[in-house]
């Protein structure tokens, strides 16, 4: 849509705008209008891709695939801390108008009023056509569906135009929660069919640049780096019509201009600004400052084990115990965080994740401990943080190395850039470095299962391998498919003990989703993939 | 000849407007510079009078003040420059107090002037018509439906042929006389009363020059205008002046008619400038003044060898005969081409505007020159720029190599060393050379004592010199025989005056005591006064030292003097041969006779 | 002239080569793994090692060099990761908006710097010549992030004067139809002055900060080569005819002036290249720098490549608009054309 | 054995050339008071590069979180940044280390390409042709982006920095150095050099590169100052030097994003720094120009 389209758009909403007005007061009020119902987003890093399905789509693509595709079903939102907060624990229908679950399978019956963003209807064929897309594509959606044991295209079955069935392979507490995340959308398969090649069977080139859902929103404008126009689809049946018309989606990449931007009031929106940021934007209370923890999610201090010097328990607990906690909550984080740490003694109560370790702040034991470890006069290695995040990491690395100082242990600080970071974690051979985990599923053993298991995932940074906990991890898992609360309890608090033991990895604290938003901006609702949904703002 | 006379016949054609007096009078004209040393007078306490249609010489040399009082008169001083006393009226008009919009006015309408250098005085960038054309707009000369008709108009008047093509030329595809003629043209479009020439002919060919003078003078008394001529060259001031100005640090010491001025010059300077002047029947040391004002450059009991020469004699009638001694360099047949494109511009930068044939790849710097120096002999290479003589010293050097020919050098074929190699070649050390501008022949960073010991450094083996003390020893024994006081040995070139890095030049020249030591325009770039000094002492090394010489020069008059034979050159051909009172006195050859005619002629 | 564009060329072939092997080899030993990349954040090593293949990555250097002088000769520059868009569309796309603004920062500080280089040399010395020397180098020193940020903090920020940092126009406006994919000469071509004013609104703080920067280079080239000339010997001729200073100065002297400070022009406007990769990233700049810099730090061969390639290309047109320009300025020049 | 000879007695006749030099120099000083000044915030460079570490009132790596992103006071001249390190003794101790890189790198792209370009200016031909394409080649690249490949693929460490902004660079050096030797190529001294039985290369590195050093040194002054403006530029991006050593460009990088919130003193102060040395070393170089040049020297 060019300007003047919008423009005649925009006058045809405007009840009073009449004729006669000089020109540049036209425009104004147009502009006015427009901004009403447009939402302007600001934020470092853009999207590199539309299709959550494609080839190494990044973080910022799941939000316009959230926002421009439909799932069969979703989760409502429940209260937290006054913040709409998805409800991990149930599910609505969004394609789905109805779904039955039997012991093996799952049926479920469409919306007949869907249509997709051309006005085809969406039917069952388009919705095994996009499941057998996310299970055979490869990489990381073929991943995500595996860990709701989602793997075949066969457990995918059209009952009829608007009934479908998925079957499942084998019991997985999973695996309907994972039908809810932002891998298995529904796609517009004519569509993309039309536009497939030999070479690339599923669309994916066609899908990268043009969203082909049913969903809310569509992208009407990409440009890479630069910005992403949503436009609403007025069609869209998954839920409440949104009230924003419009999104415009900018990247800035510089932190102080996004603060800027959003002071002055012509940005709407910011969710990635500085910790110190947030903080003063809150006390100033110009804005509405929402933060919530990350679900399922650690910052965390992971040490290599399976060489020296971290192969030795000593010496990892020496730094478990060197680590500056509060400084770090201070000084780093401005207080936007969830403390993990100065649990008390004497094991997990309870079979919650995250939860506090219990370590603190103690110089003196931590040089014991590494003299008992064979290194009393210290040792030296280097520390690695992820460039992307380098206004949390960087003062964090500087605070930890100071206190390894006083232990004897010199670091050298790696900065590595957010592009390589996957890369340089998949080779496996940083010794120590600070990263974050955060599990779309918000359950335990989905986090240790990533983290510990001895399958060794990218995810498992530290190489960590024990038999125990595997044990309690696949115990968790299967006492959890069966609905064995004792056995899944006893489980996960072994496993959470074990993590803390052997202390592979030092848990930091649960890092906060800020958001920053306008006064007149409502409607901000937190997600388990932490991005925006665009669907529930309003704008007055 | 013809011109002199024309001059006093036109003086006297107008004796009623001289009556009417000054055009131009300078009382007390006192010229000062702030520099970072301080204040300098560059002129003191100056009294010039030019009376209308008369033509004023000064004549001074580098340093006397003569080029900053014509600036002075047109108010063009740099900023530094202030008048610090004394009054300049010119037609009734305070000069020095008139306002600058008032001297716009009278700059290039009442007073112009022209510049040494005619090519550099030109807007490089700017076709010369639309030059004189601003000056015309500028001074309401012309309007602009007609100033290129007025252009024109004033390009035939200085003899510029085809002017309507002319018009739209770039100063640099006019030769060096075509360039001077527009900066004339320039000069006189307004019809100023009083023409002010900065050295007008220095760096052009003496045909060139005389071309240039009589055009200017013919101009100037055609339109009865006066006319200020500023030069270091007292016989060129003589010919062509009523009176002379001679100018010595700042201040006037003589002012005389022309005529006087050779024959009984009256102030010490004055004399001492006439004789250093090279003219026809005098001998070398004719040159220095009576009683010599330099440092005696070598021991007393070598004295007398130059000044046992009588008057006309031959100066190297102390030598073996050279006419029966076994030729030391032959050159046979030498042939040097050049591709027309990639030659240095400065390298024939005079034919350009000669137009050679432009579809004629190669062009022959040298075309075939076939010539002899014998032991002990000087041999002259005369022509004008552009000639070949430069190229072919520098191919006996070894410093290029010939396209093709033989240079046999005290029986070996040296023209068969690549140039390359021939600086590690045993042979290096026995041909030298004095270069032409003693400044850019001198490293900048090295003192003169190291400039001096360059050569032995590097290939004095046969001296035997061991350590420190022995070499200094030597370089100052050098420095004595060239006539340096040994006080500036350590001094660096900026610190040394012409003369003296002249000194420098020649004392590094034979310290390897060549056998044949060129001389490239050694005197170029030197004062009258000092070019004497300098060929006396270049005449005593060599009897001293038992050098043979090849001496490139376009000055003929030089040249004699210094020379036993002379060999005159034109594109790259030899014009004649001969000794040089044959060549001078008797020539044969019409160019020779017409470069000879062309050299000033002061009345004696 | 045709000859002189030719010849020019040609002796810019070389230097193009040396580019393309350089940029290879320079990204190829950057860290940082595009199969790694591709496979996504949960991929096997053995699913990275096919994506490996796939790419052609897995094949000896030279094999892949030849590979990539094949594609790049039937115009195809690869595609980025990160952006996912083939290199030549986003070059196509961005190349317009950094030439717009390093161009309208050269303009700029050439407007500045010229007359305070002619005003620093015709008053040589004085409090004047001190000042234009200060100033000039003062802009020189800052670095450019530092001054647009302080430029964005004041103008934006404070004073509310500038609009926005969000990259070339107002978020409610819409790019004026591609003609030039200059902003500013389209939306006057459209007739869309909404549109123009709105562009150079946004232009005009990195403009300033870019032209900051590149002030001293040129003040200082332009009174260097104003002096000497002003002491050439055809200035004072001119002056001896009695033209008025103005006349001197602006038609003689500074006509010659300007032709060492066009030959300086093409190094001035590298580096304003350089400068231009920082400025975008302050100020959200949709232009190619900061496209190579996320390219760079990601590993993302085939942007780089394409980037240094399109500078390269760029550098020598500008090369020979300036030997074009020379031509015009100087006839010496064209005759030896 | 006589190569040293006229070498002593320059030496001994340079006490006097070096006394004309420093009156010549204060001459100069006294002249232009620019210069003058820009010699006087040299001097504060040395000595802040010399004995800044030993003098800063605080541990420039020393965090102190209770008084982090305090405004400047008495007890913090320029304040504190977010770990409440103090910015002054930061900013006077990374002026080692930048000086370090500015030195460094020059020094050696003086060297390569300094020797480079006057051999490709006195030789001409295949030397010239070949030095020509190298500087062509990297002039083509944008200089700053080329700087970020170079330490983006060698790695992230102070050497390579140096490296890269010597490599920069080296077409500066390459014109400069090649035109003055060309220019100098065919002058008398050379020839008068060549007559003697010097060898090209001797006459190279004894003849014409000491002419050339005085405007060398002038180039070296005035890429001084763009060697710490690039090494700051590549810490604004992430590459360059590494956390937690104070760097003036990393501390801009830093403390730009604390400029909106109002704590301006940590960009502020290491910017003014770079600035005070990037001008100090420009103002440098027009003042050497004055004063090496021997023409202007009487």
């Known amino acids: 849509m060019n300007r003047r389209e919008f423009l005649k758009t925009a006058s045809v909403t405007a009840t009073a705008s009449a004729a006669g007005v000089a020109a540049p007061a036209v425009f104004s009020s147009a502009r006015a209008q427009a901004r009403s119902e447009t939402l302007l987003i600001v934020s470092e890093s853009g999207p590199n891709n539309l299709d959550v399905q494609g080839v190494g789509t990044n973080v910022p693509g799941y939000e316009v695939s959230w926002n421009c595709y439909d799932r069969l079903i979703t989760h409502p939102m429940k209260d937290v801390n006054g913040t709409p907060y998805y409800d991990r624990d149930k599910i609505e229908g969004e394609l789905a108008e109805d779904m039955t679950l039997g012991d093996m399978s799952a049926t479920f019956k469409l919306k007949k009023n869907a249509t997709f963003q051309d006005g085809t209807p969406v039917t069952a064929k388009d919705v095994k056509w996009s499941m057998d897309r996310a299970v055979s594509v490869g990489g990381f959606p073929t991943f995500q569906m595996k860990a709701g044991s989602l793997e075949k295209p066969e457990q995918f079955v059209v009952v009829d135009d608007h009934t479908f069935r998925v079957d499942f392979l084998r019991k997985d507490r999973l695996t309907i929660p994972d039908l809810a995340v932002v891998v298995p959308c529904v796609m517009n398969s004519e569509l993309v069919k039309k536009n497939a090649t030999a070479q690339d069977p599923w669309g994916l080139e066609y899908a990268k640049q043009n969203t082909v859902g049913s969903g809310a929103y569509k992208v009407t404008k990409w440009t890479p780096g630069t910005e992403v126009v949503f436009e609403r689809n007025d069609k869209w049946v998954g839920g409440p019509m949104p009230k924003i018309k419009r999104v415009i989606w900018r990247m800035v990449p510089s932190a102080g201009n996004r603060r800027a931007l959003l002071e002055r009031g012509d940005a709407d929106i910011s969710y990635d600004l500085p910790n110190k940021d947030f903080v003063e934007l809150k006390d100033s209370g110009k804005l509405t400052i929402i933060s919530t923890p990350y679900s399922n999610g650690l910052q965390y201090i992971g040490m290599n084990v399976t060489k020296p010097p971290f192969d030795n328990l000593k010496v990892r607990q020496a730094i478990a115990y060197a680590i500056p906690y509060q400084k770090i909550m201070d000084a780093v984080l401005f207080g936007l965080g969830k403390p993990m740490f100065g649990a008390a003694p004497g094991g997990v109560k309870e079979a919650v994740w995250p939860q506090p370790a219990p370590f603190t702040t103690d110089l003196a034991k931590a040089k014991q401990l590494l003299t008992e470890a064979g290194y009393p006069n210290g040792l030296e290695t280097t520390l690695s943080f992820d460039l992307g995040f380098a206004g949390v990491n960087e003062p964090l690395c500087v605070l930890l190395q100071e206190n390894l100082q006083e232990l004897g242990i010199k670091t050298t600080i790696n900065k590595i850039p957010g592009a390589n970071w996957r890369t340089e974690l998949n080779k496996k051979d940083l010794p120590l470095f600070t990263n974050v985990f955060s599990g779309w599923l918000d359950y335990p053993e989905y986090f240790f299962f990533w983290c510990y298991h001895g399958q060794n995932s990218v995810f498992n940074t530290m190489s960590y391998k024990s038999a125990a906990m595997d044990a309690f991890i696949d115990g968790a898992r299967s006492a959890a498919a069966n609905g064995d609360k004792t056995a899944y309890d006893a489980d996960v608090k072994g496993m959470i003990d074990l993590a803390f033991a052997d202390v592979p990895r030092i848990p930091l604290y649960q890092p906060y989703v800020n958001i920053a938003m306008q006064k007149n901006v409502t409607g901000y609702e937190y997600w388990f993939h932490r991005r925006l949904d665009y669907r529930s703002f309003v704008k007055s | 000849m013809h011109g002199v006379i024309d001059m006093t016949q036109a003086t006297t054609l107008t004796p009623a407007e001289e009556a009417r007096g000054p055009l131009l009078e300078v009382h007390h004209l006192t010229v000062e510079f702030a520099t970072r040393k301080g204040i300098v007078t560059a002129v003191k306490q100056v009294d010039l009078t030019v009376r209308k249609g008369e033509t004023l010489g000064i004549v001074g040399e580098s340093g006397s003040g003569k080029s900053v009082t014509s600036y002075t008169l047109m108010r063009i001083l740099d900023r530094a420059g202030r008048i610090a006393e004394g009054t300049i009226t010119f037609s009734g008009i305070d000069v020095a107090n008139a306002t600058e919009r008032t001297m716009r006015d009278l700059r290039g309408r009442e007073i112009s002037m022209i510049f040494q250098n005619p090519r550099a005085a030109l807007n490089p960038i700017r076709k010369v018509g639309d030059q004189i054309g601003d000056v015309l707009l500028h001074h309401l000369q012309a309007e602009p439906r007609n100033v290129k008709a007025k252009v024109i108009e004033i390009l035939e008047q200085v003899r510029i042929a085809r002017p309507q093509e002319r018009y739209h030329a770039y100063p640099f595809e006019l030769s060096g006389g075509m360039c001077q003629r527009i900066v004339i043209a320039l000069a006189l479009a307004c019809q100023p009363q009083l023409l002010i020439a900065d050295e007008p002919t220095t760096g052009l060919d003496v045909t060139t020059q005389k071309a240039v003078m009589d055009l200017v003078t013919e101009l100037t008394r055609a339109r009865g205008m006066s006319t200020i001529l500023i030069t270091h060259d007292l016989g060129l001031a003589a010919t062509y002046c009523d009176t002379v100005v001679v100018m010595e640090k700042g201040k006037v010491v003589e002012t005389a008619p022309a005529e006087q001025i050779f024959r009984a010059p009256q102030h010490p300077y004055t004399q001492k400038l006439v004789r250093a002047t090279p003219r026809p029947g005098i001998a070398l040391s004719d040159l220095l003044p009576e009683a010599p004002a330099v440092p005696s450059p070598l021991p007393v009991g070598e004295r007398s060898a130059p000044q046992a020469m009588g008057e006309g004699a031959q100066t190297s009638s102390q030598m073996p005969d050279p006419v029966h001694a076994a030729p030391l360099l032959k050159v046979e047949n030498l042939l040097k081409e050049y591709p027309r494109q990639g030659v240095p511009m400065g390298f024939f930068a005079g034919l350009m505007g000669k137009k050679a044939p432009p579809e004629d790849a190669l062009f022959r710097a040298v075309d075939g020159l076939s010539f002899e120096v014998k032991k002990g002999e000087s041999v002259g290479l005369v022509g004008e720029s552009g000639c070949g003589k430069s190229t072919t010293s520098t191919i006996v050097m070894r410093l290029i190599d010939a396209t093709s020919g033989k240079i046999t050098f005290d029986g070996m074929d040296i023209g068969a060393i690549p140039a390359k190699e021939f600086a590690h070649h045993p042979m290096r050390r026995r041909i030298q050379m004095v270069f032409q501008d003693p400044t850019d022949s001198l490293n900048p960073r090295y003192t003169a004592a190291r400039a001096i010991a360059d050569p032995l450094l590097r290939m004095g083996e046969q001296f035997g010199i061991r350590g420190a003390a022995q070499m200094r020893a030597k370089v100052e024994e050098l420095a004595t025989m060239a006539g340096l006081p040994l006080d500036l040995l350590d001094r660096f070139p900026h610190q040394l005056s012409g003369g003296q890095k002249a000194r420098v030049g020649i004392a590094r020249a034979i310290a390897l005591k060549p056998d044949l030591v060129i001389l490239d325009e050694p005197t170029a770039a030197l004062d009258v006064s000092v070019q004497a000094v300098v060929l006396n002492l270049l005449e005593e090394l060599k009897q001293t030292l038992g050098m043979s010489y090849l001496f490139v020069s376009h000055d003929l008059h030089v040249v004699r003097l210094l020379c036993d034979r002379v060999i005159v050159m034109r594109q790259g051909k030899m014009v004649e041969e001969g000794t040089s009172e044959q060549v001078l006195e008797a020539p044969k050859a019409a160019y020779t006779r017409e470069l000879i005619a062309a050299i000033p002629h002061p009345p004696v | 002239m045709l000859k002189l564009i030719a010849s020019r060329i040609a002796t810019a072939i070389p230097s193009l080569i040396g580019v393309v092997i350089v940029t290879f080899m320079l990204t190829r030993v950057l860290p940082g793994d595009a199969a790694a990349y591709f496979a996504g954040p949960a991929a096997t090593p053995q699913a990275i090692a096919e994506i490996r293949t796939k790419l052609g990555l897995d094949k000896p250097l030279p094999v892949q060099f030849v590979d990539y002088v094949t594609a790049l000769s039937k115009g195809d520059l690869g595609s980025s990761l990160s952006t996912g868009q083939p290199v030549a569309t986003e070059i196509a796309s961005r190349l317009p908006a950094s030439a717009e603004l390093t161009l309208s920062g050269l303009i700029l500080a050439l407007a500045i710097a010229i007359p305070f280089g002619i005003m620093a040399a015709v008053k040589q010395g004085t409090w004047v010549d001190h000042a234009c020397r200060v100033i000039t180098t003062a802009g020189v020193s800052l670095p450019v992030f530092f001054t647009g940020l302080l430029l964005v903090y004041v103008f934006y920020f404070k004073l509310g004067w500038a609009p926005a940092p969000l990259g070339r126009l107002d978020v409610f406006f819409t790019a004026p139809p591609t003609v030039t994919g200059f902003y500013l000469i389209d939306s006057l071509i459209a007739g869309d002055f909404e549109t123009f004013r709105s562009a150079a609104a946004q232009l005009a703080i990195p403009t300033v900060t870019l032209a900051i920067f590149a002030l001293a280079p040129i003040a200082r080239i332009t009174r260097a080569s104003m002096l000497s000339v002003l002491s050439s010997e055809f200035v004072r001729t001119a002056r001896a005819a009695g033209l008025t200073p103005y006349k001197v100065i602006m038609v003689y002297a500074f006509r010659n002036a300007m032709l060492p400070v066009i030959t300086t022009l093409g190094m001035v406007f590298s580096f304003l290249l350089g400068a231009n990769v920082l400025v975008e990233k302050v100020f959200a700049w949709p232009g190619i720098g900061s496209y190579a810099v996320e390219a760079l730090i990601s590993s993302d061969y085939a942007p780089v490549q394409g980037f240094v390639l399109a500078m390269a290309i760029l550098y020598i047109i500008l090369n020979l608009v300036i030997d074009l320009a020379y031509g015009v300025i100087d006839p010496r020049a064209r005759s030896e054309a | ?298």
């Open chain 4, 1 to 298: 054995m006589t190569l040293a000879n006229p070498a002593d007695r320059g030496s001994a006749s340079s006490s006097s050339g070096l006394a004309a030099t420093l009156r010549h120099a204060k001459y100069v000083i006294s002249e232009n008071p620019v210069t003058g000044l820009a010699f006087g915030m040299f001097l504060v460079l040395i000595v802040a590069a010399a004995i800044g570490p030993y003098i800063v009132p605080y541990d420039p790596l020393a965090s102190d979180t209770k008084a982090a992103l305090q405004a400047p006071s008495w007890a913090h001249w320029f304040g504190t940044d977010q770990l409440g390190r103090d910015m002054f003794s930061r900013v006077i101790v990374a002026t080692r280390l930048d000086m370090g890189i500015a030195i460094f790198s020059v020094a050696l792209v003086f060297a390569a390409g300094g020797i480079a370009g006057i051999a490709a200016g006195f030789f001409g031909g295949w030397t010239d042709r070949i030095v020509g394409r190298i500087s062509d080649t990297i002039m083509a690249f944008p200089l700053f982006v080329l700087a970020m490949g170079i330490v983006a693929a060698l790695g992230n460490t102070v050497t390579n920095i140096v490296i890269a902004t010597a490599i920069i660079n080296f077409p500066l050096y390459v014109r400069v150095a090649r035109a003055e030797a060309a220019i100098r190529r065919q002058s008398g001294f050379i020839q008068a050099a060549r007559l003697t039985g010097n060898g090209e290369w001797r006459i190279l590195l004894t003849q014409i590169l000491p002419n050339i050093l005085p405007i060398m040194m002038v180039q070296m002054s005035l890429t001084m100052g763009y060697a710490i403006l690039n090494a700051a530029g590549l810490s604004f991006i992430g590459l360059g030097v590494r956390p937690p050593t104070p760097e003036w460009g990393i501390m801009v990088a830093e403390g730009s994003a604390f400029i909106v919130s109002g704590e301006w003193w940590i960009a502020l102060f290491p910017g003014l720094a770079l600035m005070f040395a990037v001008f100090c070393f420009n103002l440098l170089g027009d003042g050497l120009r004055d004063i090496v040049d021997p023409q202007r020297r009487t």
